[in-house]
């Protein structure tokens, strides 16, 4: 990690230099704000501390608000022996990261540059995922899982094979067919959803082959169907689980041939569309019940692409929650602009069943709530603020080892570990500190 110090006491500017270094950092250090501005563009830096009140100079405060102006993505750590809560306020509404007062704890300053980082860094990534998006910026791939989605988007984007995605309710399955849309040859043609799920079987039928008048009762002219809406685009079927058998057969039949005829017609017309379908479902568990046909589940499902629910992507939560704030806030005309990091903490620590869908719907509710410019803990669902804690446990080293297999067990990567084990992050940085167990 590279980090600006800006102290103009050259004995603690030392002091916290040398900790710093000792722990594998670069330091740049500055003893006046001037000095500093000019080495935050010059140097690769991932973090800044700044002291509040440097002697002569601008404050501190002014130093984060000129640095936040040329690069937004910058975190600022503040620095101060004066710590009232006034200041606290006036640096968060500043846009800093967090307010440490002096003496500082040296585990809790490590501690905040380390959660610093790797925000400022997360918020790189998101912006550079959405560069190579072309302005797609709904979806959020900071995972190693949702950016491996997103290759796979960008690699079948070339082709026109029928692909199935997969993911429980609320993970965004069409967010994806219409990436995969969006990138492709077709984007100049339609994009036409039709959710399989929310048409009655009577109507379905119609509704993608179409009909000419008089077929039926109520068929009082002609009507084109969705798959020649569709022609030269993307037909997307979301819950293609919920398909009754008798539409699989005919929809199966025109993947095989491309030609649609409509209800009461005798002739066929020739259709180019690309099938993108999806589904909540295990189609492999429906075809063995007898609910989907497994001639037509090969026929859909070409290539597969599976969109992990959230819990198995914690390091998505604060990026979504950021971009679902945003939207959310301009909406609402809101002035939200982000998050304390003990709502970071509780967001990061729940299971989150709703998935993506889930966390916006909390995210509005906290942003109609809140009183202040940022989410707090109490602006959160009741569901997400009820917390599992540890067990309460005599014995120490059984605490102890208890809180290093689920370190262990996740990597090292304490937002996994702090939701494995029920707790929130702060939590954990707490009970790590009691027990001396060192990141």
């Known amino acids: 990690m590279?980090?600006?110090?800006?102290?103009?006491?050259?004995?603690?500017?030392?002091?916290?230099?040398?900790?710093?270094?000792?722990?594998?950092?670069?330091?740049?250090?500055?003893?006046?704000?001037?000095?500093?501005?000019?080495?935050?563009?010059?140097?690769?830096?991932?973090?800044v501390v700044t002291d509040v009140r440097v002697e002569g100079e601008k404050s501190g405060i002014e130093l984060l608000k000129a640095l936040k102006t040329r690069d937004g993505d910058l975190e600022v750590v503040l620095v101060t022996a004066f710590g009232t809560i006034d200041d606290a306020v006036a640096a968060i509404k500043s846009g800093a990261y967090d307010y440490l007062t002096k003496p500082v704890d040296p585990e809790r300053l490590l501690f905040t540059l380390r959660r610093a980082a790797e925000r400022s860094a997360l918020a790189r990534e998101v912006r550079h995922l959405r560069a190579q998006m072309g302005g797609q910026d709904e979806i959020v791939a900071v995972s190693r899982a949702m950016q491996q989605v997103l290759a796979t988007v960008a690699q079948l984007a070339t082709t026109d094979s029928t692909v199935l995605i997969t993911g429980e309710s609320g993970t965004g399955k069409e967010l994806v067919a219409r990436a995969l849309y969006a990138q492709s040859a077709r984007r100049n043609h339609r994009f036409v959803p039709i959710n399989c799920g929310a048409i009655p079987e009577t109507i379905l039928e119609s509704e993608l082959f179409g009909h000419r008048k008089g077929a039926f009762t109520g068929a009082v002219m002609d009507k084109r169907g969705l798959l020649e809406e569709a022609h030269g685009g993307v037909l997307f079927l979301d819950e293609i689980g919920e398909m009754p058998p008798s539409m699989q057969v005919r929809l199966l039949r025109f993947l095989q041939g491309g030609e649609v005829r409509r209800i009461g017609d005798t002739t066929t017309r020739r259709v180019d569309v690309r099938l993108v379908a999806a589904t909540h479902r295990v189609l492999e568990d429906e075809i063995a019940e007898g609910r989907f046909r497994q001639d037509f589940y090969y026929r859909i499902n070409v290539v597969g692409i599976r969109i992990p629910p959230l819990r198995e992507r914690i390091e998505d939560i604060e990026a979504l929650a950021a971009h679902f704030l945003r939207r959310t806030a301009a909406r609402l005309r809101r002035p939200i602009s982000g998050f304390t990091p003990g709502a970071i903490d509780l967001l990061q620590a729940y299971a989150w069943p709703g998935n993506a869908r889930e966390l916006e719907n909390a995210i509005e509710r906290a942003v109609n709530l809140a009183s202040g410019p940022l989410l707090r803990e109490s602006d959160l669902p009741a569901a997400v603020t009820l917390r599992v804690k540890l067990p309460p446990v005599r014995d120490d080293e059984a605490e102890r080892a208890k809180l290093l297999g689920a370190l262990e067990q996740s990597h090292w990567n304490q937002g996994r570990a702090a939701a494995a084990l029920g707790i929130s992050r702060t939590t954990l940085w707490r009970k790590m500190r009691e027990h001396r167990i060192r990141a």
């Not at 000792?22 to 935050?40: C, D, I, K, N, S």
């Open 2 to 47: 590279n980090v600006l110090l800006v102290e103009d006491n050259a004995n603690v500017r030392r002091s916290m230099a040398l900790l710093l270094e000792r722990e594998g950092h670069t330091v740049v250090e500055a003893a006046t704000t001037v000095a500093a501005l000019p080495l935050a563009t010059s140097s690769p830096i991932d973090v």
